[in-house]
């Protein structure tokens, strides 16, 4: 543990997300996201944790790219399934608290986000077991102070 | 994510847990527990966790030692300190769950703790912030059904 | 061996089994199975093992994947073989024990299976010596409890 | 698998037993056997075996060393256990079927089993639940024809 | 050294021979063989050893695949060498030893044999001298007894 | 590079530095330290930087052990030397910054401190060109808000 | 640290320039470039130095190819964007220390520039935080003297 | 070293001109030769030698390829270089000494040598200064007495 | 295979041999030599082979240690066994061709010899039968010509 | 090859000078040096070349230091040996050039030098026939300019 840092962050992820630059994508599973969809490598398991209070932690490190319309990306709801993914606010409601523009999101057909995810440059695999709920980051600029 | 597993408990710790045989012992670490004490290999990181829940889910799996009187160790209060590790009990809720004669355990003097880690077959890092934290479980006997 | 756990399973074949994520697939195949139908990794060896007593231990832990018709593979007798693979039965009963709708089967002629089982996430090498005894399964969403 | 070799052994294993030489030592220890006494390297896993089909299979490719008086090696029963380990006979009927001298065992202390297990070229792990069912096994020489 | 297998095999061999299923095919190639013709992993050295003694060895553990009509390839001679690869005569001695219908070799022109020697499953590096003395062979199902 | 993440560090430092535990010391060696005293992992090389800075990044970070006497150790000066090490000064500013105790340091004599190097958790190579500005910093307990 | 070797250059970096050849390429990256930009492997950290100090450095040692047009690379301006990147003229400057003939630059758009950064044989992460600040250098011929 | 062996092979290249064969090639570069044109793998450095007293060693132990036409290729002069590469006798010399037939050479364009280059077995980095010293060799057949 | 360098020696022990050096020990044992008298690493395995033709190819290669009185050592006959090691006329024979004042052997009793065994440079596994026929060789200095 | 650098120098030792820092030694040691003397890692080959040319382009790297009597480290003649080793000469020499004041030897025993050289950082591996001829040097502190 450091000081000021999330104490949920492992140490490798930590390192994981300081060569990430600008571009590079992070994608957050749920607790059946497939190995299929993600990268072949740099694969953090976060076990017993949901996705909103890593994606907290996250955010406070990483910024958003400002360069791109959407720096977020979802798993589109399929066309005949009635779920609404609530979950979906929650993310809004963290990412609001360190973006002033948002998360500016972009939902993403099924097929398309595991092509997606198997390119990012790291993955979370968590326990979240709300339905939808998988989350890629395209992480912005760092200017030091 | 396994049926009937708890999904707190990374792959890695699981295969860890099944090769402990009769007597190997589990080392559970709070947030400052320092590397000096812990196994050279098997340190399953299990950032943002507490001992209690882990500690739950292991019990759930494995078995005390019921050949030694004392196959739980705990790491003694200082002598000038007056804190009261109310934890303690906790665990010993925990395990009384499982375990018929509960957790029959030990004190061991700081440096002795430390350096009983080292031999253990597997360790758990966890952000606990509760002091005098740290457990050590020695595994039994499994009778398959 | 853990408590709860069919002593069967190797520990690293657990850790992958924990691992799979929803629609990853599990390759089990019999004693003759060649390596050119495996995938590159992930291949777990059940030497002087039927495949039944695998499967049983195997359908406990993993649900079969409900968005797809067929999670269920077997590899299709040849056209001009009359044997008929009584294991099947044998499949079907064991998965019947654990799941409601069954194995929901597709057979799939040999150079498909060959090709399909080299991208499973992981598989089994038995000592199997029924014929047409090989199976993919498809695992499904797990829900804690 | 192979022409005329049991199917019950690993490919791995079968590499361990060729390079073995006159004195190396094998351990079969039981399912709750403990990594503590077991060697660093060359452990084999052979979940869901009982010993005596192991040994039986085992027995078939290695003689017993007929220079030392004692090449098979047991662990004793405790001196207040009235177990009697009747497996002990199935693994005597084993060894009279391959050496015309038998098992000439003897029976070692817990810690100096232990000790022993430690220094052996090579270990099988099985999920044998019958006690003191442990067994070390000194290698002969092997005469080809 | 074990009892009743050729001590001519490496334990190395022994073990991939083992992996190998139905239709993995192994090459054993000449003092000369190219490493541009080899599989890029499962090369195993068997300097000073001449084919023939190696072919003996290693069919008295694998049987010839049945379901194909040329389980053995050979390198065929080139069009204008008016060579006459006697060795090959040898090779189909040894294997009447062990299969009831032969060898049914088929002769491959020198870059399609090499083309399919990238392909095996394992290859020997012999000392062989003879030319066109290069060998695949095709493994059949092993049926237990 | 992170928000809030002093650029200067690199991201496996990083990593070593949230590993660290209460007790784990960390060596910061000058750039003509010999490797004959640092441990013999973990050492990140940060060329081309003074230790100044890097302290400077570093105590944002980790506190100081509040449980001995000497949390911070420096190289003393050698008896015949009536060289000043007026970079210690530096040093105690920059903790002072962090630690309301400041360094509270013990100079430990050349060899002692050598051998104590060795047995760092981590240790950072530097280009510093100050004489005797070896430091190793013992790391605190870390309570998270 | 060596005599006459510039100390802010790392060991493996100064053993990568070595191996590099007439043609080879190197990159410098700022402090927010990608991962997917850089080579697979031989990526060095300079975390916490701006590009102008390592540029230095490294034509200290290394040539440019002087047998084409553009030995050195920039990443152009994006068409709409009036940043003008005066850390250039730095770059020039520091290569007309070494290179008679100066930079010869090119300026190549940015996704063109990503892809052939990919094709580098080295790479340096640097914490530069100039825009546009990222270049390619071509290595030519060393004439020992 | 070894009795009748030229001091000036490394261990690693013999082992490497041991397990070449029939039609498999050995580069040979100078000391600006590019990792972009090597193999790799494979790649021995013998720096502060010329190519010459390499070749030399080399010939006496590898025969040419007696099958093709040009069993040596060399790096054509650029169409507008006026540059006579002379160490070519020199080597024309040294292979005549080990070959009947000597070098029947073939001159390759520079980018067609590179890209052999990359499919050669091995490679040698060399510091030959001599321009166009760069060298291909393609092994033949040895034939032990 | 090389000109002029025996077709028996494995690439990888010819490689070993170059690298020995004055006083450094070849450890040749037979087909029964246990592994825990050998050395950890640097073990060649020349199944199939005796030892006298191994022998023969390596001292073409290795002068023996002019500088001790025993260079070679052979292990003693058992006080009470009758047996005559024959097979060491076979050794005097093949030295005698090489080295002008012949083995100048010394014999090891049993434990020593093992003993000695394992700290040898390298070793030879081979299939050899002959009783007592294990050797070890002293490698002299080599006096390029 | 690089700017400046002696062309002599392997990449890989060119970075372990680097990393050696005050007190680190680097021993050279001639054609039949035992691989026993060495250390276990960090061993570079030169082989075909002699010691003084390798001296003279290391001895521009690096100083030796100051702070011991005896920096330079040589082989002593044998009690009975009436060899001259007039290679020490060249090498004083050699030093001179870069030392004001020179070598400042000691000669150490053969079986102390051999110790000695096992504790090195690094070791060079010549081919150097002359006899007495190995070296260890003490590196001493570099002060950039």
Redesign the interface.
Known sequence: ????????????L???????????ELLI?D???????QPAENVI?????GIP?ILDAVM????LDPYVDNPTMLMAVLPDDPYVPTIWDDYRKIVNKYEAKGTREIQLEKPEFYERGT?A?AAI?T?E?ALYANIILRKG????K
């Open positions: 543990m450091l000081k000021g840092i999330p104490s949920i962050l492992p140490p490798e930590m390192k994981l997300l300081m060569e990430m630059g600008h571009g590079d599973g607790g059946n996201y497939p190995k299929f969809g398991r976060m076990d017993g944790h209070e406070q490190l990483i910024p390119h440059y695999a326990s077991t600029v760092v200017v030091p």
